[in-house]
């Protein structure tokens, strides 16, 4: 099983609105990731957890609040976002280093109303 | 810092021809390791080769050949007698370890049609 499944994928959302973004992987890795990912944009790096732990918060907004519950699960709450939040929310997930490929879901398209 | 530039944003070509996909890259640190990914309209990136700083040899994988010269430092994709189902946005990354996991950063993508 090499799949990183993300849910949901699509949302549009107001900007009152609470929502989480789900991602899971069954892969064993212990590193997993958020990217963000604007049109015609590369990937932007936002979070990442080694061992269910926070290691890396790229100066994002407390509007977003990543979780780890545990090693196949990764949540992204969203809170008071704004239209210029909508984006592609893309999860991803590898073994440790810097020498491993990430692999990634298909993303949740997000709009921000 | 370390930085990636595509400086090709779009390429089409006909099918069956051969496409150059061009990548430079700039860092500091002396062990890094260099990837293409492919994004097609789905949104799913998709893992096709990784390269360490250390391993100069280019590789080739059915009609999917890289160039990786550190003297330049480029990493450079060829597809050969490109099709249709090619087409898609590459990006080329360059990785490094941050508190033992991945931080990839991105070149700008290329964004690749293959006509038929």
């Known amino acids: 099983d090499t799949e990183v499944t993300q849910t949901p994928k699509h949302l549009v959302m107001g900007m009152t609105n609470k929502k989480s973004l789900k991602c899971e992987q069954h892969?064993?890795?212990?590193?997993m990731y958020w990217y963000k990912q604007k049109a015609k944009k590369p990937p932007e790096l936002m979070f990442v957890?080694?061992?269910?732990?926070?290691?890396i918060n790229e100066s994002v907004p407390s509007r977003f609040s990543p979780e780890c519950p545990n090693s196949s699960l990764l949540n992204l709450h969203l809170h008071a976002l704004q239209p210029e939040d909508s984006a592609l929310y893309l999860c991803?997930?590898?073994?440790?280093?810097?020498?491993?490929?990430?692999?990634f879901g298909q993303g949740t398209r997000l709009t921000v109303v | 810092a370390q930085k990636v530039t595509q400086a090709q944003t779009e390429i089409s070509v006909v099918e069956k021809e051969d496409v150059t996909l061009d990548c430079v890259y700039e860092?500091?640190?002396?062990?890094?390791?260099l990837f293409w990914y492919k994004q097609p309209p789905s949104g799913e990136l998709f893992f096709l080769i990784r390269?360490?700083?250390?391993?100069?040899q280019n590789e080739i994988s059915g009609r999917y050949s890289w160039n990786f010269q550190k003297s330049t430092s480029s990493f450079n994709f060829t597809i050969t007698a490109s099709q249709v189902v090619d087409s898609a946005v590459y990006f080329c990354?360059?990785?490094?370890?941050?508190?033992?996991?991945?931080?990839?950063?991105f070149g700008q993508g290329t964004r690749l049609t293959i006509n038929p």
């Open positions: 892969m064993g890795h212990r590193a």
């Open positions: 990354a360059l990785s490094g370890t941050v508190q033992g996991a991945q931080k990839l950063v």
């Open positions: 991803a997930s590898s073994a440790q280093g810097a020498n491993t490929e990430a692999f």
């Open positions: 957890y080694s061992y269910e732990k926070l290691s």
């Open positions: 860092t500091r640190d002396t062990t890094y390791y």
């Open positions: 390269r360490n700083s250390f391993d100069e």
